[in-house]
């Protein structure tokens, strides 16, 4: 079992002052408020397309509420790549591109901090956990030409997160400062081959029921014609497209290196356009796709012989415009670098089994 545990004392005692007018109830956190006690609906869900009982999604109109916080269960990991698909805590029934609360636990947030400004926390990219302090995400989030990172201190990560411009969430999120950003020695920042770095973290994230890690594929591993899911808080469109404040997912078909290769060879890229080994492609239907600010966020697929536990198979990397019908968006093959994390992982003194989904369980 993992060391790494949640203080179960942890709360947010924050009420929601909104009494509903047709109903003797109070809004507050569900563990607040006894079963039996909670006025809900015929489906006892929350519905954010419609007028809210209460003005926080993740509150429910009680009728008796305690005051007194029902304590969770003490958190046990599992280990890696294990869903919530349910989400944790409340479940909010809502446009289906948005995740459900913890339903990822394993995704991430890379805020950065120009020298030039006083302002910590602006967004980056997206990442995903592999270990308790350290996150996986694409190089080109971490170097480049407009944002040098010469300075670890100004990178910072956060993990738990929903609603990035929310602290109204059923649990905490948590924030870790980075430590140290490895970077691939063979990443070329033009053409983004080999586009993966590794981030550790200063202190190691503590598992909670919505911070979790996510699995890696050993190397060598492969996948055909599977249904994955990609993530992150990434723009809805690319040219005029607003980044999302919730974190939101897409279903993508992983597609074929041939096919994928003829479909990019139809866009600007030409006819004798040949994609380097370091990538693979999912997606190619319209309006379904990663975007502009999604980069580094994971693409995880189901693991064969598991129920509802997924692995990591790709980092959103580059596409041709967002939800382009016939044009997949472009991956890092993460089974590519498997001897790459490890041997970086273990040369920081770090264990790797917990992103081993044969063995994270043991741990």
Partial sequence: MVSFYADCKTSFLHYDKNFVSQQSCQCVPPNLCADNDVAVNGQGLLDIRLQKLCRNHFYVCCKNPTGELNLLDPFIFKGCGYQNSIGVTTRITSNSENAQFGEMPWSVVIFFKEISTTERNKYRCGGSLIHPQIVVTAAHCVTGTEHQFSVVAFVS????????????????????????????????????????????????????????????????????????????????????????SILRKVDLPLV???????ALRNTRLGAFYNLHKSFICAGGEKNKDTCKGDGGSPLICPIPGYMDRFLQIGIVSWGIGCGETQTPGVYVNVALYSQWIDEQVSAKNFDITPYKYDLSSFI
């Fill in 157 to 244: 990560v956060r993990a738990g997160d929903w609603n990035v411009k929310s602290q109204e969430e059923p649990l905490p999120h948590q924030d870790q400062d980075v430590q140290d950003i490895l970077i691939h020695p063979h990443f070329h920042d033009g053409s983004l081959k080999n586009d993966i770095a590794l981030l550790f973290l200063a202190a190691p994230m503590v598992l909670t029921d919505n911070i979790g890690l996510i699995c890696l594929p050993q190397p060598n591993f492969h996948l055909e014609d599977a249904l994955c899911i990609a993530s992150g808080w990434g723009k809805d469109a690319f040219k005029k497209g607003k980044h999302s």
């Fill in 256 to 262: 074929r290196k041939d096919k994928c290769v003829a």
